[in-house]
């Protein structure tokens, strides 16, 4: 079955940067992008960026352009997520979600199927 | 970027009850909606697609429905395992977007 499974609980200081990872299994890792959403305590959803697996791009929102990277290791069927210069409301848990068609400028078709488990990330000093 | 306004932001339902929650999209979005179900501390599950279509292995209880501006998503005959926050996201432009959630509760 497929299954995405993350990496796990990070405390970091303000400024400081977190990696996130993301493990897929259960289907054709380079057939599907995966898309990394957050969620502050309590609040709804925040799309963060999508990465096409088979081409190693992909778009950011541009809320968190500059601050997160996006990339992938076919090789360990893993993707990442990288978030810089750390502040307080960045607290939240970071989802990796599969996501087949992604959201770029010119076109935008996510739907997340499936979803990693969540990675708490707590910003603090 | 396109506002999801969601409504109400609670609901108390018995078992057995219909609900009717609503989504209304700050613009034409076509059917471009989905809907996702979240419980406490777990990731959120897809549960309609393209405003209407169920994914697999989703009841059929659930139903959604819409174009355009606004969408509900209606749960018949709700069951124990139905009490949980719903959030419909939008994809018809960049960047995705999604609602506050309504959040559904026993009463």
């Known amino acids: 079955q497929v299954q995405l499974v993350q990496s796990g609980i990070e405390v970091k200081k303000p400024g400081a940067s977190v990696r996130v990872s993301c493990k897929a299994s259960?289907?054709?890792?380079?057939?599907?992008?995966i898309s990394w959403l957050r969620q502050a305590p309590g609040q709804g959803f925040e799309w963060m960026g999508w990465?096409?697996?088979?081409?190693?791009?992909?778009n950011i929102a541009e809320m968190f352009q500059g601050r997160v990277t996006l990339t992938r290791e076919t090789s360990t069927r893993t993707a990442y997520m990288d978030l810089g210069s750390l502040k307080s409301d960045d607290t939240a848990v970071y989802f990796c979600?599969?996501?087949?068609?992604?959201?770029?400028?010119?076109?935008?078709?996510?739907?997340?199927?499936?979803w990693g488990q969540g990675s708490l990330v707590t910003v603090s000093s | 970027d396109i506002q999801m306004t969601q409504s109400p932001s609670s609901l108390s339902a018995s078992v057995g009850d219909r609900v009717t929650m609503t989504c209304q999209a700050s613009?034409?979005?076509?059917?471009?909606l989905n809907w996702y179900q979240q419980k406490v501390g777990k990731a959120p599950k897809l549960l309609v697609y393209?405003?209407?279509n169920l994914e697999p292995g989703v009841p059929s209880r659930f139903r959604g429905r819409g174009s355009g501006t606004d969408f509900t998503l209606t749960i018949n005959n709700v069951q124990l395992e139905d009490f949980a926050t719903y959030y419909c996201?939008?994809?018809?432009?960049?960047?995705?977007?999604f609602g506050q959630g309504t959040k559904l509760d026993i009463k």
């Open positions: 979600a599969r996501d087949p068609h992604g959201c770029t400028n010119a076109q935008c078709h996510s739907s997340f199927d499936h």
């Open positions: 259960g289907y054709n890792f380079s057939s599907y992008g």
């Open positions: 990465i096409s697996v088979v081409r190693g791009e992909g």
């Open positions: 613009q034409d979005i076509g059917t471009d």
């Open positions: 393209d405003a209407a």
């Open positions: 996201q939008q994809f018809d432009r960049f960047p995705v977007t």
